[in-house]
């Protein structure tokens, strides 16, 4: 991968307040999906919340691990 297009992800994932905003949530705890969901509800279904989670990983800005049917998100 060119560095051009992991900079280009990386501007992208950075350049919606919202993923800052999960971003910032990770920052003091790794938490569950389930807990970044709650704190947008009413303002963000489960899966726009997941979709951007989607681009921060991509990213490379957000690690996911699978526990049983939960899912840790850490920065």
Avoid at 7 to 14: E, I, Q, S, T, Y
Avoid at 24 to 41: M, Q, V
Avoid at 43 to 67: F, N, P, W
């Amino acid at each position: 991968m060119s560095t051009g297009s992991r900079d280009d992800r990386l501007f992208k994932a950075l350049a919606d307040g919202r993923r800052r905003a999960i971003l910032d949530l990770l920052k003091s705890a790794p938490r569950t999906t389930g807990t970044i969901c709650d704190h947008f509800a009413g303002e963000l279904d489960r899966c726009t919340v997941m979709q951007h989670i989607g681009v921060l990983e991509r990213a490379g800005l957000l690690i996911s691990h699978r526990e049983g049917r939960t899912r840790w998100n850490y920065l």
